[in-house]
């Protein structure tokens, strides 16, 4: 079964790049841009706006991954439609350049693309082990680690980019320097842990594991390593993100 579902998911990415690659040179490098950028604003926006949706009293299991995908589909079509008007026609380059770009540009949209697809899965209220298959550990396809990328990456540029001096940041590691006050998505490497743990169905625990807790933080998203740390807020799994 995990074999099947690896194949699937690395043909969805070979069949995402190739729909990009269609695009050409200019058409693929603004898809790839408008993916980043609308994968980044669902990261860091559908924390609090699940909250809000679970604040209406209504028990939305899904709100986290309902959030996620929304927030990025949303953001996707806008950037999309507002890329479409202002760059409206093919930019001509060398045929080497042509292939080499659009191809490169191709891969990176469909790996960011599937990373956020994975990631919604493992946030939302389905067995520990995703389609039988897939935990915490899994770095789908094949041991690339799409979703395990996306969450180091996330990490890293919340970190460079929401920094914050005073007193109250979020850097326990000092990864990121400024005397360990920035804020960071999640500063203890640890939202995949949350997640398998806060996910319903099956059994175990990882961060409820000292042992397993101090090293598998870094190992779940990519960090440096971390002792287990308390757990997300009203969400279940939810971690606290970096401020709006």
Not at 2 to 15: D, H
Not at 85 to 106: D, S
Request: glycine share 16%; aromatic share 14%.
């Amino acid at each position: 079964m995990r074999y099947l579902i690896e194949f699937v998911v690395a043909f969805l990415a070979v069949g995402l790049t190739y729909v990009i690659t269609s695009e050409g040179l200019w058409g693929a490098a603004l898809v790839f841009f408008n993916v980043l950028f609308a994968a980044m604003i669902s990261f860091n926006f559908y924390e609090p706006l699940a909250r809000l949706l679970d604040s209406t009293g209504i028990n939305w299991g899904f709100s986290d991954t309902l959030c996620m995908l929304g927030l990025f589909c949303i953001a996707l079509l806008i950037l999309r439609m507002t890329t479409e008007t202002i760059a409206p026609v093919m930019v001509k380059f060398p045929p080497a350049v042509y292939h080499a770009g659009r191809l490169i540009f191709g891969i990176g949209g469909a790996a960011v693309t599937m990373a956020i697809v994975l990631l919604a899965f493992h946030a939302a209220p389905v067995h520990k082990k995703i389609f039988g298959s897939i935990d915490h550990k899994t770095k789908p396809p094949f041991g690339l680690g799409l979703d395990h990328m996306w969450l180091s990456f996330f990490q890293y540029e919340s970190g460079a980019v929401f920094s914050n001096l005073g007193y109250g940041g979020r850097d326990p590691y000092r990864t990121y320097g400024h005397g360990g006050r920035v804020n960071v998505f999640d500063p203890k490497a640890e939202w995949l842990l949350l997640h398998y743990d806060s996910r319903p169905y099956g059994t175990g625990s990882v961060l409820g594991d000292e042992d397993e807790g101090e090293g598998g933080g870094a190992a779940a998203s990519g960090g440096q390593a971390a002792p287990a740390g308390g757990r997300g807020g009203p969400g279940g799994g939810r971690g606290g993100g970096p401020p709006p």
